[in-house]
T-cell receptor, first 118, second 113 residues
């Protein structure tokens, strides 16, 4: 079934540790996004990528980094985790992404990665 | 501050009743979308309405958009217990470098059988 796969589903890790959340899509979408979801705050954009080889900062990028080596994969890395990064992380993709390019705007989401930093 | 904010934060209704959720936003948009999230799952796209549209239907869903008031509403008719979920509005703001989709904090809907 086509879609977005995230891993791990959940993880507990100690503060200061490095962690990479994986995201893979098989829909050949250009744009990919990482959001975090916290109670009462909705979803906040961490980083995005319009197309392979490019990335950009969203609303809350500090403490996170991303890479987009190819169309399918968009990993999110926490270099040194802190307790405030405890959250549920969602990866999403959309067909378009470049300014002026036809894009329905619809986002396709993965099932999320629940991260707890102690 | 949030670009989109839903109202109410929580809504509880009886099965068969209609549920109405509202969304207000601050800046100009290309389109507005509604998403649904079941507990512990990812978000699922429900419906998209473009800035030049005023009303759109999809099954039991009806969405309205008033760009002069910067507001939208989602109506679910003849609600079912299975409609219990959180509902989010998301505004698509055209940035120079990417299509920025900003989510509100959501409305939690409980449909009581």
């Amino acid at each position: 079934i086509a879609g977005i796969t995230q891993a791990p589903t959940s993880q507990i890790l100690a503060a200061g540790r490095r962690m990479t959340l994986r995201c893979t899509q098989d829909m050949r979408h250009n744009a990919m996004y990482w959001y975090r979801q916290d109670l009462g705050l909705g979803l906040r954009l961490i980083h995005y990528s319009n197309t392979a080889g490019t990335t950009g900062k969203g609303e809350v990028p500090d403490g996170y980094s991303v890479s987009r080596a190819n169309t399918d994969d968009f990993p999110l890395t926490l270099a040194s985790a802190v307790p405030s990064q405890t959250s549920v992380y969602f990866c999403a993709s959309s067909p378009g992404g470049l300014a002026g390019e036809k894009n329905t705007g619809e986002l396709f989401f993965g099932e999320g990665s629940r991260l707890t930093v102690l | 501050s949030q670009q989109g904010e839903e109202d109410p934060q929580a809504l509880s209704i009886q099965e068969g009743e209609n549920a109405t959720m509202n969304c207000s936003y601050k800046t100009s948009i290309n389109n507005l979308q509604w998403y649904r999230q079941n507990s512990g799952r990812g978000l699922v796209h429900l419906i998209l309405i473009r800035s030049n549209e005023r009303e759109k239907h999809s099954g039991r869903l009806r969405v309205t958009l008033d760009t002069s008031k910067k507001s939208s509403s989602l109506l679910i008719t003849a609600s079912r217990a299975a409609d219990t979920a959180s509902y989010f509005c998301a505004t698509d703001v055209k940035e120079t470098s990417y299509d920025k989709v900003i989510f509100g904090p959501g409305t939690s809907l409980s449909v009581i059988p």
